[in-house]
């Protein structure tokens, strides 16, 4: 991952970053992150039953913090129910070596050591009221017990969220916290992963986002989706792309879209688009999503996109991508 991430460092130390670290967070628009239990119907919109999230902490942040799970049950208002009740659902927290830098970790799919790293916490939820609409936190834990990474100067986190029985879809969010009982941010902290679940807007009016960085390394990109349900348009929008349309994927399938980067969106955020149709309606619309580059390797979607969201400059969009 050395070619994709290498000068990260840099921009963390150079670019002010927003203090909020929902996941997902405002600038993304998205409802929920999304993990169904093992025994669903992949055409549901999960293919593997398992999601995994990073949190970088800053190196010289010395306070005790915490992971905050919003609705980690499977059941009641937000989730979404297949016959009865059925799914449970475990949230693993990890940190120390190798958490982030053990290769499996980095990968899409829940097979080898992805649980890389020392377990920290870990709770398992089924239906409970207790939790509808509500948070549990895990906690406290000392920045130095995550994983020192050089690159990103700072210390790593993963929590990992595994469907392990049933068929039902558990829509949830996350929250990285200096306070046991409130959402209250880390000035400077950021949140990433490399392949995004998550519950689409019914509101055909809402737009979803997310944010693949790109090193100057990358020559290319292949966008992977799954299961997106004919449900409108996947468009991205860089500082020099005023919006490359993808294919996009019919039910439990996978499809996948190439094109060539620019060299103004080196070192850069791209904005990925999920733009509703508004006839005939979707409802209930979950997605993967990964990109990779020319070398086979994940590009990271961190929920606070480095270098801003970005926005077309026309002056600079000399050229046409292919």
């Given at each position: 991952?050395?070619?994709?991430?290498?000068c990260i460092t840099a921009l963390f130390i150079l670019i002010p970053l927003a203090y909020s670290q929902p996941v997902p967070a405002g600038d993304e628009n998205i409802p929920y992150l999304m993990t169904f239990g093992p025994k669903a119907e992949k055409s549901w919109g999960d293919d593997d039953f398992s999601q995994t999230f990073f949190f970088r902490i800053p190196r010289d942040f010395k306070e005790p913090l915490y992971i905050k799970v919003y609705d980690p049950d499977a059941g009641?208002?937000?989730?979404?129910?297949?016959?009865?009740?059925?799914?449970?659902?475990?949230?693993?927290?990890?940190?120390?070596?190798?958490?982030?830098?053990?290769?499996?970790?980095?990968?899409?799919?829940?097979?080898?050591?992805?649980?890389?790293?020392?377990?920290?916490?870990?709770?398992?939820?089924?239906?409970?009221?207790?939790?509808?609409?509500?948070?549990?936190?895990?906690?406290?834990?000392?920045?130095?017990?995550?994983?020192?990474?050089?690159?990103?100067?700072?210390?790593?986190?993963?929590?990992?969220?595994?469907?392990?029985?049933?068929?039902?879809?558990?829509?949830?969010?996350?929250?990285?916290?200096?306070?046991?009982?409130?959402?209250?941010?880390?000035?400077?902290?950021?949140?990433?992963?490399?392949?995004?679940?998550?519950?689409?807007?019914?509101?055909?009016?809402?737009?979803?986002?997310?944010?693949?960085?790109?090193?100057?390394?990358?020559?290319?990109?292949?966008?992977?989706?799954?299961?997106?349900?004919?449900?409108?348009?996947?468009?991205?929008?860089?500082?020099?792309?005023?919006?490359?349309?993808?294919?996009?994927?019919?039910?439990?399938?996978?499809?996948?879209?190439?094109?060539?980067?620019?060299?103004?969106?080196?070192?850069?955020?791209?904005?990925?688009?999920?733009?509703?149709?508004?006839?005939?309606?979707?409802?209930?619309?979950?997605?993967?999503?990964?990109?990779?580059?020319?070398?086979?390797?994940?590009?990271?979607?961190?929920?606070?996109?480095?270098?801003?969201?970005?926005?077309?400059?026309?002056?600079?969009?000399?050229?046409?991508?292919?």
């Amino acid at each position: 991952m050395k070619q994709i991430l290498y000068c990260i460092t840099a921009l963390f130390i150079l670019i002010p970053l927003a203090y909020s670290q929902p996941v997902p967070a405002g600038d993304e628009n998205i409802p929920y992150l999304m993990t169904f239990g093992p025994k669903a119907e992949k055409s549901w919109g999960d293919d593997d039953f398992s999601q995994t999230f990073f949190f970088r902490i800053p190196r010289d942040f010395k306070e005790p913090l915490y992971i905050k799970v919003y609705d980690p049950d499977a059941g009641g208002a937000l989730d979404e129910l297949n016959g009865i009740w059925d799914t449970k659902t475990t949230y693993s927290v990890f940190g120390g070596k190798e958490c982030y830098t053990h290769k499996d970790a980095q990968e899409t799919q829940p097979v080898g050591n992805y649980k890389s790293g020392n377990l920290l916490a870990t709770k398992t939820f089924g239906e409970d009221v207790r939790y509808d609409k509500g948070w549990y936190t895990f906690g406290p834990f000392n920045p130095t017990e995550g994983e020192l990474v050089t690159k990103f100067d700072g210390y790593i986190f993963k929590i990992v969220a595994d469907g392990i029985t049933g068929d039902d879809g558990n829509l949830y969010r996350f929250y990285l916290s200096t306070s046991y009982s409130e959402n209250k941010p880390i000035e400077g902290a950021n949140a990433f992963t490399y392949e995004y679940s998550f519950r689409m807007h019914d509101d055909p009016n809402e737009v979803s986002h997310i944010y693949p960085y790109v090193d100057d390394k990358t020559i290319s990109v292949k966008l992977s989706n799954f299961d997106w349900d004919n449900d409108g348009f996947i468009r991205t929008v860089s500082v020099a792309r005023q919006g490359q349309m993808s294919k996009v994927s019919n039910e439990d399938e996978w499809i996948e879209d190439e094109f060539k980067i620019m060299d103004e969106e080196h070192n850069k955020s791209l904005d990925i688009q999920f733009i509703k149709k508004r006839n005939p309606p979707v409802r209930n619309n979950n997605v993967v999503v990964n990109v990779r580059n020319q070398y086979g390797e994940l590009l990271p979607f961190f929920v606070i996109p480095i270098g801003g969201v970005p926005k077309y400059k026309y002056s600079i969009g000399t050229k046409k991508p292919n």
